[in-house]
């Protein structure tokens, strides 16, 4: 009995969760339509393309940055309420109007000397799906389409836009993020 336990002993890891896929993320790639939004493009009398944004995912983003996380959002489209959340925000990666994520995110990664594993992203459609499977650590809201929900690791509790990208950021930060 003795001997059995033992075994089993040896196989667990020294320092259990500091060693899980979480405590390595260096970036999180974020989509924005669905993810950092609850999905729907509200058009006002001239035209203009509005969004709406959670605070408190704002909140967790800003959070995740200071403790060395690396934050990057890439959108299939391109609007000026994108561009002055993450100014806002302070997320320097921007990539917008890119048809193909995962080939944007290949690039920003390289750029940014991370390998792939060591990335987690958030997605909520089908043109999040090659991203998710590139990446060590992929979630997808709630509300997200059965397909993405299939190819991520992981599913968060809360919707796109009603907290889910929070979710994640507490996630990643109580793993530990790396100190700067
Ligand atoms: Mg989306």
Do not use: N, W
Not at 17 to 30: E, F, I, K, Q, S
Not at 61 to 73: D, M, N, T, Y
Not at 83 to 92: A, Q
Not at 132 to 144: K, N, T
Request: aromatic share 2%; with cysteine.
């Amino acid at each position: 009995m003795r001997a059995a336990r033992s075994k089993i002993a040896a196989r667990a890891p020294a320092h259990p969760g500091a060693t899980g896929p979480r405590r390595a993320v260096r970036l999180l790639v974020l989509d924005v339509d669905g993810v950092l939004t609850d999905g729907r493009l509200l058009y006002g009398a001239r035209g203009e393309e509005l969004k709406s944004f959670s605070v408190r995912d704002g909140h967790g983003l800003k959070a995740l940055r200071s403790a060395g996380i690396e934050v990057a959002v890439i959108s299939g489209r391109r609007s000026a309420a994108v561009r002055r959340r993450c100014r806002e925000l302070g997320i320097r990666h921007l990539i917008e109007g890119a048809e193909d994520k995962l080939a944007a995110f290949v690039r920003l990664a390289s750029r940014l000397k991370v390998r792939p594993a060591q990335c987690a992203c958030i997605g909520d459609d089908v043109p999040d799906i090659p991203l998710m499977r590139a990446v060590g650590l992929s979630y997808a809201v709630a509300d997200a389409h059965p397909a993405a929900k299939r190819a991520a690791r992981r599913a968060t509790a809360l919707s796109g836009g009603s907290g889910a990208v929070r979710e994640v950021c507490d996630l990643l930060l109580a793993a530990g993020g790396r100190k700067r």
